[in-house]
C-alpha cells in the first residue's frame, strides 16, 4: 500500500493566474519522451521565457514544494507529463480556486493532493508567501485547511480523492486489479460483449 | 437521482463495484491508444508483472507525431521515431492490435474509431488523450484519461472514477446559414466558460443536434473537454444507427438489429431528470472565431472585440493577459485580422465533410500571397476518400497544401508548425499559448469553411459575405 497522505508540508510558491493549461505547463514538444525523466526543467519553460519575474524562476521561491494556484489550473490536455513536470520540479500538493478534472485525476494517481480555497484566501496565501518565502506553508487534509505562518485558511478536497489519499489507498492499479472477478462478472452483462443478447 | 437520462444508464451498466475511496470501478468497453501517452503505462504494467487482460477491448494508433509530409521510417526526429518504436513493441508483446502507418485504417484516434465502427452507443470508452469525449457523439459515455489510468485501464480493464452530475445543454430552433457545428460548440463554451463544465458531463440536446450529421455531432462532443466537461454525449438516434451499420467493426445482420434497439432504448427518455439545464436558441449563435488565448475567448466574426470592462472583475486579469500576447486592442473588429497560415484537419474538424465544406469555399479560388495553408485529412480513410471526389485536387489547385493523415499543427509535436509570431486561422480546438508549435504563436479557431475563407482572402472574413 503507498503512503497515507493526510498533510502536506513545505515551502510555497504563487502562482496565481486562471486558466493554465497544460500546454503551458508542459509544452508538446517534452511529451516526445518514452519515459517521464527530466520534465522537471521544462516546467512553464515557454511561460517562463517571456516572463523573467516568473516565480518557477524566481530564487526566492526554489525548493518550494506546495503551489498556490488560480480557477480552472490544469485545463486542457490529459497529458500526465504535466502533473509528473511540475512534481519533478519539486511540488507535492496544489491549492487552487478549481482544477480541471483530468488533471486532478493525473494528481490524486500520483500522490499530489488538489486542495481548493477562495479566491480572497488564495490572495492571501499568496501574500504570506511572498512575504515570507521561507516559511512552512502546510495543507492539511483532515482539518481541511492550509496554515502558512499565522494565515489559516479552509480549503476542500474532493471526497473520493481525499479518501483516497488519506487512507493511502491512491495507487488504483492494484485494486482495480485485485477485482478481476467482479469485472468479469459486469462485463457478462454488457450487452455490445454478449452479441447484444439483453 | 436523474435515474433515466443515458449517462446513468450506461454508468450503471457499466459498474464493477464502489472502492474504498467511494468511487466507483468502472467497465471500459473500448479502450483507444496511441504513441504519446502509452509508453509509460506499458512500463508501468512490466514494472509490476502484469499483463493486458482484455487485450481485444483495446486498439491502437499512431497520430501525435507522425510527420505529414514524408513517413519514411526511421523519421527524421530521433525522439518521434523512439515513441513509434516503442508503440510497436508494446502492442506486440501485450497482444494489442495496431494501426500503424503502413495500415489504411490509421489516423487521428478520434476519427479512426468511429470510422472503423468501434465507437457504438451505450459503451464506456477511455483514451489518453482529453478529446476522446468526440465519442459521445454516439451517445457512449468517453473520458480523456492521463497516463496513470492508460495503465489501469490496461491492466483491469476498469478505472476508478467519481461519477459526475449531468447538465443538458439545449439547443433549439435551427442554425443560420454559414453557421457550423464548430460554431454551436464554440458558442456554447463562450456562454458557460473553460471551466462551466468541470464536475459535469454534457447532454447536447434539441432541434440543432437532432439535425446534425454524425460528424457534425462529433465536432460538438469533441469540444465538449474546452468547456471543463470532460465528457459530452448526444441520445443516439436513426442517424447514429445509419451511420454505423456497414461499418468495419459494426455488428452484422441479426446481430445489428438487436444492436440497434438496444441503442435506441438507452437515449434520455422524456422523464429523465437533469442535475442542472441550460438553454441557448439556434438563432443567436453567429461564425465563431477567437480572439484570445482560451476557446471560450470568442465572439462572432462580426463583432468586435470585447471591451476588458465588459467582463466580470475576475476574468478582467486573464482578457488583458490575452490581449497582451494576441496584440489585440479591446474593441478591435475580429473581421480583417490578418493571418499567416491557414490550418484545417484535426480531431474536430478533420474528417470529410469538413474537407468538402472548405473544398467549397476553396473551389476556383487562390490562397492569399504570403499565406501558408495546410489541409491535413484526419485519417487514411478520409484522405482516400478526399482523393476520390476530387478535393485535393480542388486545394491544390488553390493553393493548399495536400498532406498525409495526423494530428498536425493542432498540437505540432511533429515537424507542423507554427514560427515565430504567426496567426494561423485554424479549425482544430485549442488556441493556448504555443499550442501550435511556437512559443510566441497565435491561433484564431473557427470553423474549416472559415479558415479556407481566410486564407483565400489572407484575413479573417465573414463566410456568409464570402464570394
Redesign the interface.
Same mark, same amino acid.
Given at each position: 500500500m503507498p503512503a497515507q497522505i493526510a498533510s502536506v508540508t513545505g515551502t510555497g510558491i504563487p502562482l496565481l &493566474? +486562471? +486558466?493554465i493549461?497544460t +500546454?503551458?505547463i508542459i509544452?508538446?514538444?517534452y511529451?516526445?519522451?518514452?519515459? %517521464?525523466e527530466g520534465l522537471g526543467e521544462h516546467a512553464f519553460e515557454? +511561460?517562463r521565457?517571456?516572463d523573467p519575474s516568473h516565480p518557477f524562476d524566481n530564487p526566492k521561491f526554489q525548493g518550494a514544494s506546495v503551489l498556490v494556484a488560480g480557477?480552472?489550473f490544469g485545463?486542457?490536455?490529459?497529458?500526465?507529463?504535466a502533473?509528473q513536470a511540475l512534481i519533478r520540479w519539486g511540488i507535492k500538493a496544489i491549492v487552487g480556486e478549481? %482544477?480541471?478534472?483530468? %488533471?486532478f485525476?493525473?494528481c490524486t494517481?500520483?500522490g499530489v493532493p488538489l486542495v481548493t480555497a477562495s479566491?480572497a484566501d488564495l490572495k492571501q496565501l499568496a501574500a504570506a508567501i511572498e512575504a515570507n518565502p521561507k516559511a512552512a506553508v502546510t495543507v492539511d487534509l483532515l482539518q481541511q485547511q492550509v496554515r502558512v505562518g499565522t494565515v489559516t485558511v479552509p480549503c476542500q478536497m474532493?471526497?473520493?480523492?481525499k479518501?483516497?489519499l488519506v487512507?493511502g489507498?491512491?495507487d %488504483?492499479?492494484g485494486? &482495480?486489479?485485485d477485482?478481476?472477478a467482479?469485472?468479469k462478472q459486469?462485463?457478462g452483462?454488457?450487452?455490445?460483449?454478449n452479441?447484444?443478447?439483453? | 437521482m436523474s435515474s433515466q437520462n443515458l449517462f446513468n444508464r450506461v454508468w450503471d451498466l457499466h459498474t464493477v463495484r464502489t472502492l474504498p475511496s467511494g468511487q466507483t470501478q468502472l467497465f471500459i468497453g473500448l479502450h483507444l491508444i496511441h504513441e504519446v501517452t502509452s509508453p509509460q503505462a506499458f512500463q508501468m504494467l512490466r514494472d509490476r508483472g502484469l499483463k493486458v487482460p482484455y487485450p481485444q477491448r483495446t486498439f491502437a494508433t499512431v497520430d501525435h507525431i507522425i510527420p505529414t509530409l514524408s513517413q519514411a521510417r526511421p523519421f527524421q526526429d530521433d525522439l518521434a521515431e523512439q515513441m513509434m518504436s516503442a508503440i510497436e513493441k508494446n502492442c506486440r508483446e501485450f497482444g494489442v492490435t495496431l494501426l500503424n502507418l503502413d495500415d489504411n485504417r490509421q489516423g487521428i484516434v478520434h476519427v479512426v474509431g468511429p470510422e472503423q465502427g468501434l465507437t457504438v452507443p451505450g459503451m464506456t470508452i477511455a483514451c489518453g488523450d482529453s478529446h476522446t469525449s468526440t465519442h459521445g457523439a454516439f451517445g457512449s459515455i468517453a473520458f480523456g484519461i492521463g497516463t496513470s489510468q492508460v495503465a489501469d485501464v490496461l491492466a483491469s480493464q476498469t478505472m476508478a472514477l467519481g461519477r459526475p452530475k449531468v447538465r443538458r445543454i439545449l439547443v433549439n430552433g435551427k442554425l443560420a446559414k454559414g453557421v457550423y457545428a464548430k460554431d454551436v460548440v464554440l458558442h456554447i463554451i463562450r456562454k458557460l466558460g473553460v471551466n462551466g463544465g468541470v464536475g459535469y458531463a454534457y447532454e447536447y440536446a434539441g432541434d440543432v443536434f437532432s439535425a446534425m450529421t454524425m460528424e457534425e455531432r462529433m465536432t460538438v462532443c469533441n469540444m465538449s473537454i474546452e468547456g471543463g466537461a470532460r465528457c459530452g454525449y448526444i441520445n443516439p438516434d436513426q442517424t447514429t444507427v445509419d451511420y454505423i451499420k456497414g461499418r468495419p467493426f459494426a455488428p452484422k445482420s441479426e446481430e445489428f438489429e438487436r444492436a440497434a434497439k438496444w441503442w435506441l432504448s438507452l437515449a434520455s427518455g422524456p422523464d429523465a431528470t437533469f442535475d442542472d439545464e441550460v438553454s441557448i436558441p439556434a438563432e443567436e449563435i453567429q461564425p465563431t472565431v477567437t480572439w484570445g488565448i482560451n476557446p471560450a475567448q470568442s465572439v462572432g466574426v462580426s463583432e468586435a472585440i470585447p471591451a476588458v470592462d465588459s467582463f466580470p472583475a475576475a476574468d478582467q486579469a486573464g482578457v488583458r493577459e490575452a490581449l497582451a500576447f494576441m496584440e489585440f486592442q479591446e474593441n478591435q473588429p475580429i473581421q480583417g485580422t490578418k493571418i499567416n497560415v491557414a490550418f484545417i484537419g484535426s480531431c474536430t474538424n478533420g474528417r470529410i465533410s469538413d474537407l468538402r465544406e472548405a473544398a467549397k469555399v476553396a473551389q476556383g479560388h487562390k490562397v492569399a500571397s504570403g499565406v501558408r495553408a495546410l489541409v491535413v485529412p484526419g485519417s487514411q480513410q478520409v484522405l482516400a476518400q478526399a482523393e476520390k471526389e476530387g478535393l485535393h485536387e480542388i486545394f491544390k489547385a488553390a493553393g493548399f497544401e495536400w498532406r498525409a493523415a495526423g494530428c498536425s499543427m493542432c498540437l505540432a509535436m511533429n515537424p507542423d508548425k507554427l514560427q515565430g509570431r504567426e496567426i494561423c486561422a485554424s479549425s482544430s480546438n485549442r488556441n493556448f499559448k504555443g499550442r501550435q508549435g511556437s512559443p510566441t504563436g497565435r491561433t484564431l479557431l473557427m470553423s474549416p469553411a472559415m479558415v479556407a475563407a481566410a486564407a483565400i482572402k489572407g484575413a479573417v472574413t465573414d463566410i456568409r459575405e464570402f464570394a
Amino acid at each position: 500500500m503507498p503512503a497515507q497522505i493526510a498533510s502536506v508540508t513545505g515551502t510555497g510558491i504563487p502562482l496565481l &493566474l +486562471d +486558466d493554465i493549461d497544460t +500546454d503551458r505547463i508542459i509544452p508538446a514538444r517534452y511529451l516526445r519522451c518514452v519515459t %517521464f525523466e527530466g520534465l522537471g526543467e521544462h516546467a512553464f519553460e515557454d +511561460d517562463r521565457k517571456q516572463d523573467p519575474s516568473h516565480p518557477f524562476d524566481n530564487p526566492k521561491f526554489q525548493g518550494a514544494s506546495v503551489l498556490v494556484a488560480g480557477r480552472n489550473f490544469g485545463c486542457g490536455s490529459s497529458r500526465e507529463h504535466a502533473p509528473q513536470a511540475l512534481i519533478r520540479w519539486g511540488i507535492k500538493a496544489i491549492v487552487g480556486e478549481s %482544477f480541471a478534472e483530468i %488533471f486532478f485525476g493525473n494528481c490524486t494517481s500520483n500522490g499530489v493532493p488538489l486542495v481548493t480555497a477562495s479566491a480572497a484566501d488564495l490572495k492571501q496565501l499568496a501574500a504570506a508567501i511572498e512575504a515570507n518565502p521561507k516559511a512552512a506553508v502546510t495543507v492539511d487534509l483532515l482539518q481541511q485547511q492550509v496554515r502558512v505562518g499565522t494565515v489559516t485558511v479552509p480549503c476542500q478536497m474532493q471526497a473520493g480523492a481525499k479518501q483516497a489519499l488519506v487512507s493511502g489507498n491512491w495507487d %488504483f492499479l492494484g485494486q &482495480l486489479v485485485d477485482a478481476a472477478a467482479e469485472v468479469k462478472q459486469t462485463s457478462g452483462n454488457i450487452p455490445y460483449l454478449n452479441g447484444y443478447k439483453v | 437521482m436523474s435515474s433515466q437520462n443515458l449517462f446513468n444508464r450506461v454508468w450503471d451498466l457499466h459498474t464493477v463495484r464502489t472502492l474504498p475511496s467511494g468511487q466507483t470501478q468502472l467497465f471500459i468497453g473500448l479502450h483507444l491508444i496511441h504513441e504519446v501517452t502509452s509508453p509509460q503505462a506499458f512500463q508501468m504494467l512490466r514494472d509490476r508483472g502484469l499483463k493486458v487482460p482484455y487485450p481485444q477491448r483495446t486498439f491502437a494508433t499512431v497520430d501525435h507525431i507522425i510527420p505529414t509530409l514524408s513517413q519514411a521510417r526511421p523519421f527524421q526526429d530521433d525522439l518521434a521515431e523512439q515513441m513509434m518504436s516503442a508503440i510497436e513493441k508494446n502492442c506486440r508483446e501485450f497482444g494489442v492490435t495496431l494501426l500503424n502507418l503502413d495500415d489504411n485504417r490509421q489516423g487521428i484516434v478520434h476519427v479512426v474509431g468511429p470510422e472503423q465502427g468501434l465507437t457504438v452507443p451505450g459503451m464506456t470508452i477511455a483514451c489518453g488523450d482529453s478529446h476522446t469525449s468526440t465519442h459521445g457523439a454516439f451517445g457512449s459515455i468517453a473520458f480523456g484519461i492521463g497516463t496513470s489510468q492508460v495503465a489501469d485501464v490496461l491492466a483491469s480493464q476498469t478505472m476508478a472514477l467519481g461519477r459526475p452530475k449531468v447538465r443538458r445543454i439545449l439547443v433549439n430552433g435551427k442554425l443560420a446559414k454559414g453557421v457550423y457545428a464548430k460554431d454551436v460548440v464554440l458558442h456554447i463554451i463562450r456562454k458557460l466558460g473553460v471551466n462551466g463544465g468541470v464536475g459535469y458531463a454534457y447532454e447536447y440536446a434539441g432541434d440543432v443536434f437532432s439535425a446534425m450529421t454524425m460528424e457534425e455531432r462529433m465536432t460538438v462532443c469533441n469540444m465538449s473537454i474546452e468547456g471543463g466537461a470532460r465528457c459530452g454525449y448526444i441520445n443516439p438516434d436513426q442517424t447514429t444507427v445509419d451511420y454505423i451499420k456497414g461499418r468495419p467493426f459494426a455488428p452484422k445482420s441479426e446481430e445489428f438489429e438487436r444492436a440497434a434497439k438496444w441503442w435506441l432504448s438507452l437515449a434520455s427518455g422524456p422523464d429523465a431528470t437533469f442535475d442542472d439545464e441550460v438553454s441557448i436558441p439556434a438563432e443567436e449563435i453567429q461564425p465563431t472565431v477567437t480572439w484570445g488565448i482560451n476557446p471560450a475567448q470568442s465572439v462572432g466574426v462580426s463583432e468586435a472585440i470585447p471591451a476588458v470592462d465588459s467582463f466580470p472583475a475576475a476574468d478582467q486579469a486573464g482578457v488583458r493577459e490575452a490581449l497582451a500576447f494576441m496584440e489585440f486592442q479591446e474593441n478591435q473588429p475580429i473581421q480583417g485580422t490578418k493571418i499567416n497560415v491557414a490550418f484545417i484537419g484535426s480531431c474536430t474538424n478533420g474528417r470529410i465533410s469538413d474537407l468538402r465544406e472548405a473544398a467549397k469555399v476553396a473551389q476556383g479560388h487562390k490562397v492569399a500571397s504570403g499565406v501558408r495553408a495546410l489541409v491535413v485529412p484526419g485519417s487514411q480513410q478520409v484522405l482516400a476518400q478526399a482523393e476520390k471526389e476530387g478535393l485535393h485536387e480542388i486545394f491544390k489547385a488553390a493553393g493548399f497544401e495536400w498532406r498525409a493523415a495526423g494530428c498536425s499543427m493542432c498540437l505540432a509535436m511533429n515537424p507542423d508548425k507554427l514560427q515565430g509570431r504567426e496567426i494561423c486561422a485554424s479549425s482544430s480546438n485549442r488556441n493556448f499559448k504555443g499550442r501550435q508549435g511556437s512559443p510566441t504563436g497565435r491561433t484564431l479557431l473557427m470553423s474549416p469553411a472559415m479558415v479556407a475563407a481566410a486564407a483565400i482572402k489572407g484575413a479573417v472574413t465573414d463566410i456568409r459575405e464570402f464570394a
